[in-house]
């Protein structure tokens, strides 16, 4: 079995193509390499990849023309496509990264995809973000999200839309897949917890915005793997009427207020943390909160890693990754 796995070198993808390469399986992986954080660490992670059965293209899936040539002769059965323009802020000071990467990528690899022939799956990444403003917990797939709150928000919901269309019209078995706060070792420098623990470890002040008073929904990245994994080892069926399109929630079931993680990190780091309260950024939301009956219920999948045991996990990364075990 072949899967073609986008953002390889990203923080779940690495994760998502060594645990296919660890069950036997080839696996062709895409990353743009681009510099939104250090590259190094996401050559770092294909270093780790390193494998007879692993293949990378260095390619940037806005560029359709490069995509078709670094594929040529493949075929891939299944297509896992996690490379996306992330952060939310970000998408503030950079939109046109968004719009190249999270709207023309996902349609250049939808085209790519609607003419493969003999495609069994295709999981692309949504994120939480689509639920914008809601206030009604735990968010749930039959929510609406028309009213997104940030343009990385707006171009996931138009994932999922440009999905439903290719699903319908092609008849491509499609699953999309809203994370919530995926964190863990070999995790994204712009995400809190890398933030908090570099802070506390140098001595700085903890950026704690809206007081404080936050909650996330915080999924330990192999809990999310698994997920994914078993999204694309059961696509949904085609009935030839609706089309063959899910959306599912991926997050731990279990909001945990912010100044819970950071009492969590200080006793992981074993140093007490110096808190800056801030207002709220915009765009940001003040919780997130998963309904995961649907992903449970069709595919068996159960979060099973609280912060107390993922956390120390990833404070024991950092330290081994940056030399200061």
Not at 217 to 223: A, M, R
């Amino acid at each position: 079995m072949t899967t073609l796995v986008t953002g390889a070198a990203g923080f779940i993808g690495f994760h998502v193509a060594r645990r296919l390469l660890d069950r036997g399986e080839r696996v062709i992986g895409l990353d743009s390499l681009n510099s939104y954080y250090a590259p190094q660490l996401k050559r770092d992670r294909l270093a780790e990849l390193a494998h007879p059965a692993f293949t990378f293209h260095e390619v940037n899936l806005a560029d359709a023309a490069a995509l078709r040539a670094a594929l040529a002769g493949e075929r891939p059965r299944r297509i896992i496509h996690l490379a996306a323009q992330a952060g939310v802020r970000h998408s503030m000071d950079n939109p046109q990264a968004y719009v190249e990467s999270n709207l023309v990528g996902q349609v250049n690899l939808l085209e790519y995809a609607r003419h493969l022939g003999g495609l069994e799956s295709l999981v692309y990444a949504s994120s939480s973000s689509v639920y914008g403003g809601n206030t009604r917990l735990p968010f749930s797939e039959s929510d609406p999200v028309d009213n997104p709150v940030s343009l990385y928000a707006a171009t996931k919901k138009s994932d999922e839309l440009m999905g439903n269309v290719y699903a319908h019209l092609f008849r491509i078995p499609m699953t999309g897949l809203r994370f919530f706060t995926v964190y863990g070792p070999w995790g994204r420098p712009d995400m809190a917890l890398w933030v908090f623990t570099e802070a506390i470890l140098e001595g700085r002040p903890l950026p704690v915005f809206n007081h404080g008073d936050m909650s996330r929904d915080f999924t330990y990245v192999d809990d999310v793997v698994a997920g994914v994994l078993a999204a694309a080892d059961t696509p949904p069926r085609d009935d030839g009427q609706a089309p063959p399109h899910r959306i599912y929630n991926i997050g731990n079931n279990r909001p945990e207020p912010l100044m819970r993680l950071i009492d969590t990190l200080e006793q992981a780091i074993g140093r007490t943390a110096q808190r800056e309260l801030l207002p709220m950024q915009p765009g940001d939301v003040a919780s997130t909160y998963a309904d995961i009956t649907a992903i449970r219920r069709d595919l068996g999948w159960e979060p099973t890693t609280p912060i107390e045991v993922g956390v120390p996990r990833f404070v024991d990364w950092f330290r081994r990754y940056h030399g200061l075990a």
